[in-house]
């Protein structure tokens, strides 16, 4: 299929699997362009309530009858099976198929300035600073990112200039399918190890990724990584590094405020250029800005549109997203669902004023909790008591390998205190018996463990 297919505003494409955050956000962009856009998910939500206000004929329920004979295209998500009905059916009708990565590839084809923001952790976060940055410099840009961003009133933002703003997921190499002018790598961890073979399988995947960038475009890359070398080694493009004592932008003088939010001075090559003042909390979230603002620099954006971006920038829901208080308990929901990022929303945690630490935990598929078992049992080691729910399959089927209480039991031999529950109003019980003044109560994982925060709440 040519790129020109996308410019032919007369077609009808369909989404198997509608309501997930990047598909519905795609659906959005050929929406406002013009396109017909139909689409199955299997319950109603919010995003699909929103796009069929927009237009889009939506079927609850994956059927081989929701596709019709007038489509023109149907897009699938890597989480699709090819035994899925309606992808089968498509292909029956001689109907071309398209993974979501391939689509997102032939959108980006249409601007001129495209930022992909790759990496293990951190994507969503850095994806909406960089997308403050360019709203506040006036750029117009179009932006696809994996959370609700309240600046753009969702997840997607569609215009007709030359700015593409999106994440660049590695799970089964789909951001090979992207044309990036600049390529953002925060960070090469082991993750989706139900795809690659082993880490060096993965950096192997961002070598590839990198090498997409053109000769006069940037691969931007934290310094502190050692993996990045090869990386670089391996590109043909400009090059621009960074991190917090190492790299072409750098940061001194870094304070942190009563919130946990940082504040610091940016050096580019030994020189400074300006402060800024965030309103994210966590040390992770320097590296992050650091991450955009060499972004911004390859985009010729100020100084001043840059710091104001940035301050601007009041997080992404459901990255320590606070979601209220009650009796004295502060309530944060936050996505980590790897070891590493666990750390670090803990790490942020401690450093936000209370008096002990609840983690409710939901690890997501039984392949990364086995695959990664051991570094899941020392991810919490900087909490006062763990509470651990049964894992979120997602795409995955319980093979009896690993379980929640199986990793319970080996984080009570480190000596925390950790108790294993099966339902969430077994877990909200919990909580509203042991939760005290002055505690604070975080909800973290990929699936629906914010529902035991809101219903704490309620």
Known sequence: MSFDFIKDKDKTIHFIGIGGISMSGLAQILLNRGFKVSGSDIKTSPITDNLSSLGAKIYIGQSESNIKSNIDLVVYTAAI???????????????????????????????????????????????????????QANLDP?????GQLDAINGNVRSSNSQYFITE?????????????????????????????????DIQNAFIKFAKLIPKNGYLVCLAEDQRMNK??????????????NKGDITCKNVEFNKKACASFDVYKNGNQLMH????????????????????????????????????????????FEIKGIKSGVTVIDDYAHHPTEIKATLSAANNYPH??????????????????????????????????????????????????????????????????????????????????????LLTVGAGDIFKVGEMYLK
């Open 81 to 135: 099976s090819n035994d899925n009905p309606e992808y089968v059916k498509a292909l029956s009708l001689n109907i071309p198929v398209m993974s979501r990565a391939e689509l997102l590839g032939y959108i980006m084809k249409g601007h001129k300035y495209n930022v992909a923001v790759a990496g293990t952790h951190g994507k969503t976060t850095t994806t909406s600073i960089i997308s403050h940055i360019c709203l």
């Open 142 to 146: 179009t932006i696809l990112v994996g």
């Open 168 to 200: 660049a997921c590695e799970y089964k190499a789909s951001f090979l399918k992207f044309f990036p002018y600049i390529g953002v790598i925060l960070n090469i961890d082991a993750d989706h190890l139900d795809f690659y073979k082993d880490i060096d």
């Open 231 to 244: 990386v670089i080694s391996e590109s043909n493009c400009n090059v621009i590094t960074y991190g917090i």
């Open 276 to 319: 800024v003042k965030l309103n994210i909390p966590g040390k992770h979230n320097i590296l992050n800005t650091l991450a955009s603002i060499c972004v911004a620099f390859c985009l010729n954006i100020s100084n001043e549109s840059i710091v104001r971006g940035i301050a601007n920038f009041k997080g992404t829901h459901r990255r």
């Open 355 to 440: 008096k002990r630490i609840f983690c409710v935990f939901q690890p997501h598929t039984y392949s990364r909790t086995l695959n990664l078992f051991e570094e899941f049992t020392k991810a919490f080691d900087n909490v006062d008591e763990l509470i651990l729910a049964d894992i979120y399959a997602a795409r995955e089927k319980d093979t009896g390998v690993v379980s929640s209480n199986s990793l319970g039991d080996e984080i009570r031999k480190r000596n925390i205190k950790c108790s294993n529950f099966h339902n969430f109003e077994d877990i909200l019980s919990y909580l509203n018996k042991n939760l005290k003044d002055g505690d604070l």
